[in-house]
């Protein structure tokens, strides 16, 4: 191999085909970045504008006037106390829970674990519309028992909203305190032993005070979740007649009398108290007051149940049948029925609710399809501009990278609701239609805030997937003469294959079951599924088909998620790669 | 491709990695960047790849400049013209062997023939013909070297960096590869900057070794040259276990003599001498001799207190009344306990002014 060949020549040669990728470089991250701009920069800035200059108002008025006027603070005041109610209650099955599944000999831990997450995924709203199936007025539960049930009326309250909040949430807590369980490790509870500690005085003086950081940190995840929750807010708070925040933001947008700038002032005060709660949250997690040890702590005893087990696991499988069976086998039994009013007879059973859904372009499998083509399709787009906004990240330096990923981790704490209504203040003014701009109330613009919404946590998944990748490998290629869009498309895409299918089926699942958006931004007689389902649930004689449209709803998102599981785990060369990649 | 680097400074927030280092590696020659972990070796690297930008100073390459920060010029890594072989070898791992060394030749859109024609040529002589349709995780870590060679040199390149590409493998591997890098190196003609912490491995494969040490250059030039007159004490204990006796420096005609607690020993000045000074003997440079023997080179009477086996030979630590410490090697085990007699040559005793900088632990 002779190396006489003249280097400038080379590079000469070389030169227009260089220009010509460094124009299309451009234009790709100049197009990115734009769409930053315009799906999450322009409506938070909008909304910020609302609050603080108000169109014929004093500046930072609606800030006065919500904090004035009790009507308007009592929302926050509810918010804030159920949030802090629901931090006990869902510490008192979540704590217990993840000692239990990490470090006893209970039977079936696996299952509940995998209960956990399904609990955890399940969005808030189909749990809130289970628990109304069943306790509604001639719901499911008055049905059984064969006369009024008792809690019909005190369940619609705030003790019921915390309740499902509580068995929603409590799967926070219970992973932040198996993770740090898993990272302390049994070394520090056998040295106290040792030392000539009892079993309990070595949980209660070592292992527990070892792990409260993690818990504080969950904790403040569960509290985050409570006050920018809406799926609950606008169910059960809805029927119970007891104000949210995040109702009141979408009433204030969305029902006479409307009030742009309140709903803005108490956006604005939602996202801050977000805000606030994650940066203590991440604080405490950066801190690490105690020091875990790494790699080597090995399985730590188990703890044997004795004579308890059969009482501890009745109490298990009673958190589950709350949390996940009185919702959901209310939910099916009642799709079952063809006349919800004749109640349990043989007779009643049937598949007609399925039928009349599938039959039902409007309300049924016209709003179940849009919401499949809406999801596919901002899953999809979400990931391409997701993946460059990672690379970008990644590989700049400097005010760039300092701006995106501050772009990206802030607005990850939005609220939907607050984003949705951020889209409204943004692009249902008169100058963007007078510009023939006119966005608004369109099935584009619905498309492009669910991108707007789930971009930012696609970007930091991706980014925890991307820095697996040694940095070395993307050194090699650039030393090799690839470009920007060279490096992305031959190196780093084929190595994150397995991060962009599993962020993009949870981008396509959130987006399906996404309440918030939809209900905000939903142009009028095309609903999605959120908003046909609290649509059907509003009226007893539809909570037959509602029910049965949720069934058919969970039914494909989880015949996908399966599906892509075993195409992809098929696929014996992606987990080949992975191998390779652990271990070059 | 002669490489020309001036005043190159690298900061990292507070730190700076690399504080005006110049140097200058002539065309066609291997120059070894030797220093321990945290030296800014591997900035000084990354800076002539183009993989990090310095915060000052000028990168020539031949006649083009490609860094300069006055000048506002960084020319990126995919303009540089490198080959360059990783520490972690980076071998794509979603990409069979050929495609691994085609990569770079397909982004300058050379003939399908012709891309083909200089990958095999590579792949073979690395030994590799027969692996080509293999991925990366199918093959040794020999093999997996290769190919990153392979890929480093397939496009010709105006400069070799090599980043510690010796140190993931093992032992026997090592000393293998680093002789057929050698005469890779030497047969190619290529100019080559080699970043290494092992001195065996700068000593052997370079023609020039710059040590660096906190971000500066300690000493540069030929190889052996260094090895055999360290300019300071650093350079010295880097460069191999060495023996150091501190004391107090009087000229005696072409010899020094240098005289500290327990002992008085003669020695061959290197550099000024200004009262202090540290002679520098290495172990192997010292012998056991009889009680009644009589010489004319340095010898002292001292006691062992350590030993260990080392494989080829034993190492024993000895010390002399006044607690002064050596290191000593033997061909057979010593009593601890036992008194011993030791003796080296005067001009195996280079005498270097005393420093500030005590350089790394023994």
């Not at chain 2, 800076?47 to 990090?52: K, M, P, Y």
């Not at chain 2, 010489?295 to 260990?308: C, H, K, P, R």
Request: with cysteine; aromatic share 8%.
């Amino acid at each position: 191999m002779s190396l006489a060949a003249a280097p400038e020549l080379r590079t000469h040669a070389r030169g227009d085909a260089w220009r010509r990728h460094l124009a299309l470089d451009r234009i790709v991250v100049a197009v990115a970045l734009a769409c930053l701009a315009v799906l999450i920069v322009f409506p938070l800035a909008m909304l910020l504008m609302q609050a603080v200059f108000p169109a014929g108002a004093v500046p930072l008025g609606p800030f006065v006037e919500t904090f004035s006027t009790p009507s308007n603070y009592i929302a926050i005041i509810d918010s804030i106390g159920i949030g802090l109610v629901v931090c006990v209650t869902a510490s008192l099955i979540g704590i217990p829970l993840a000692i239990l599944l990490n470090r006893t000999d209970l039977p079936g831990r696996r299952i509940f674990e995998a209960l956990v997450w399904v609990d955890f995924f399940t969005p808030s709203y189909l749990v809130s519309l289970g628990w109304t199936a069943l306790m509604q007025r001639g719901g499911f539960l008055d049905l059984t028992l064969g006369h009024m049930n008792p809690f019909a009326s005190s369940f619609f309250s705030p003790f019921g909203i915390a309740l499902v909040l509580t068995f929603k949430l409590f799967p926070f807590v219970y992973l932040a305190a198996s993770a740090g369980l898993q990272a302390i490790g049994a070394e520090y509870e056998e040295a106290a032993r040792v030392a000539g500690s009892g079993r309990l005085h070595a949980w209660l003086r070592i292992v527990i005070p070892l792990l409260r950081p993690a818990i504080l940190a969950g904790l403040i995840l569960v509290f985050a979740e409570v006050i920018s929750d809406f799926g609950i807010a606008a169910t059960i708070g809805q029927q119970a007649g007891f104000p949210l925040m995040t109702l009141e933001v979408y009433n204030y947008v969305s029902s006479w009398p409307i009030n742009y700038p309140l709903a803005a002032a108490m956006s604005t005060f939602l996202v801050l108290s977000m805000g606030a709660a994650l940066g203590v949250q991440s604080l405490l997690l950066r801190r690490r007051s105690y020091q875990v040890i790494s790699g080597r702590a090995h399985q730590p005893n188990q703890i044997a149940l004795g004579a308890w087990k059969w009482a501890v696991l009745g109490a298990t499988i009673l958190v589950f049948a709350i949390a996940l069976g009185a919702p959901f086998t209310a939910s099916i039994a009642i799709s079952l029925m063809q006349n919800i009013g004749r109640g349990l007879e043989a007779s009643n059973f049937g598949f007609q609710n399925y039928a009349s859904v599938l039959s039902d372009l409007h309300l049924g499998i016209g709003a179940l399809w849009r919401s499949v083509e809406l999801s596919i399709g901002a899953a999809t787009l979400t990931s391409v501009l997701s993946l460059l906004v990672t690379y970008m990240i990644y590989r700049w330096r400097g005010l760039g990278r300092l701006v995106l990923n501050n772009v990206t981790v802030i607005s990850m704490v939005v609220p939907s609701i607050v984003m949705a209504a951020g889209y409204v203040f943004a692009f249902n003014q008169a100058w963007l239609f007078n510009a023939g701009i006119a966005l608004y109330g369109t099935l584009l613009l619905l498309l492009l805030s669910y991108i707007g919404q789930q971009v930012s946590m696609a970007v930091r998944l991706h980014l925890s997937g991307v820095q697996q990748i040694s940095g070395s490998l993307i050194d090699a290629a650039q030393v090799s003469g690839a470009r920007m869009l060279t490096l992305l498309v031959r190196i780093v895409l084929p190595l994150m294959r397995k991060s962009i299918v599993s962020v993009w089926l949870l981008t396509f699942v959130i987006i399906m079951f996404d309440l918030a958006m939809s209900e905000m931004l939903y142009p009028p007689g095309e609903p999605t599924l959120g908003v046909a389902l609290i649509q059907k649930f509003g009226d007893l004689g539809n909570i037959g088909t509602g029910t049965a449209m949720m069934m058919l709803a969970i039914g494909f998102v989880l015949a996908v998620v399966l599906i892509i599981n075993i195409v992809f785990r098929g696929d014996a060369r992606a987990n080949q790669l992975a191998g390779a990649q652990r271990r070059i | 491709m002669e490489v020309r680097v001036e005043n190159l400074t690298c900061t990292f927030g507070q730190k700076t990695a690399v504080q005006g280092v110049s140097f200058t590696v002539p065309s066609g020659s291997v120059t070894a960047l030797l220093g321990p972990s945290g030296c800014g070796k591997t900035t000084v690297l990354r800076s002539l790849a183009g993989l990090h930008r310095p915060d000052a100073g000028t990168i020539r390459f031949g006649d083009q400049v490609v860094f300069s920060a006055g000048g506002g010029v960084n020319v990126p890594p995919e303009r540089r013209a490198l080959g360059m072989i990783f520490q972690d070898f980076a071998l794509w791992p979603h990409m069979r062997v050929f495609d691994n060394v085609a990569f770079g030749l397909r982004l300058r859109h050379l003939a399908q023939a012709e891309t083909r024609a200089k990958v095999m040529t590579a792949l073979e002589m690395m030994h590799l013909q027969n692996e080509a349709r293999r991925f990366p995780h199918q093959l040794s870590g020999g093999q997996q070297q290769r190919v990153a060679v392979a890929r480093a040199i397939v496009s010709e390149p105006q400069l070799l960096l090599l980043d510690e590409p010796l140190s993931s493998l093992d032992a026997g591997l090592r000393e293998e590869m680093r002789q057929e890098l050698s005469r890779l190196i030497k047969r190619l003609g290529i100019t080559a900057v080699h970043v290494t912490h092992d001195h065996v491995e700068a000593l052997s494969m370079a023609s020039q070794m710059i040590v660096l040490n906190d971000g500066r250059i300690e000493q540069s030039g030929d190889p052996v040259e260094i090895y055999e007159r360290p300019g300071n004490l650093f350079v010295a204990r880097f460069l191999g276990v060495v023996n150091v006796m501190t004391g107090k420096v009087e000229r005696e005609g072409s010899t020094v003599r240098v005289s500290g607690p327990g002992f008085s020993i003669v020695g061959e000045p290197h550099g000024p001498i200004n009262g202090h000074g540290h002679a520098l003997i290495r172990p192997s440079s010292i012998r056991i001799v009889d009680e009644a023997a009589v010489s004319t080179d340095n010898d002292l009477t001292v006691q062992v207190t350590e030993g260990a086996f080392h494989g080829e030979r034993w190492q024993f630590e000895v010390v002399n009344d006044a607690g002064a410490r050596l290191r000593i090697h033997t061909d057979a085990a010593l009593p601890l306990g036992a008194r011993i007699r030791i003796s080296f040559a005067v001009d195996a005793c280079r005498v270097i002014p005393a420093t500030e900088n005590p350089g790394p632990p023994p």
